[in-house]
């Protein structure tokens, strides 16, 4: 078992910056890739960022390419999602999840957080 646990959630206005955390513990951090979803009301679950189980390679949607910085701290076990330049658009519940696939999407993951709120004002 993993438990996911994240953080870092809020309010903020157009142009502005939160960056969430994501605390793992359980089982060894190092051997899974991890990745944030986000979701809104009555739309799917989609993938945001994924960084590798080394950390050695990441992904970003389109949509945040440029504005928003996925990274790992081992030591931690921590997953972080670094945003800047927000848009009402990026309003949205994230999620935390891991996997030790090789395919991440919203139905292969193993194991999720919560999920915290953003909320961004325009």
């Known amino acids: 078992q993993v438990q996911l646990e994240e953080s870092g959630g809020g309010l903020v206005q157009a142009g502005g910056s939160l960056r969430l955390s994501c605390a793992a513990s359980?089982?060894?951090?190092?051997?899974?890739?991890m990745a944030w979803f986000r979701q809104t009301p009555g739309k799917e679950r989609i993938v945001v960022a994924i960084?590798?189980?080394?950390?050695?390679?990441?992904y970003y949607t389109e949509s945040v390419k440029g504005r928003f910085t996925i990274s790992r701290d081992a030591a931690k076990s921590t997953v972080y999602l670094q945003m800047n330049s927000l848009k009402p658009e990026d309003t949205a519940v994230y999620y935390c999840a891991a996997t030790t696939g090789g395919e991440v999407k919203a139905d292969s993951m193993d194991y999720w957080g919560k999920g915290t709120l953003v909320t961004v004002s325009s």
């Open positions: 960084i590798s189980s080394t950390g050695g390679s990441t």
């Open positions: 359980g089982r060894t951090f190092s051997n899974y890739h």
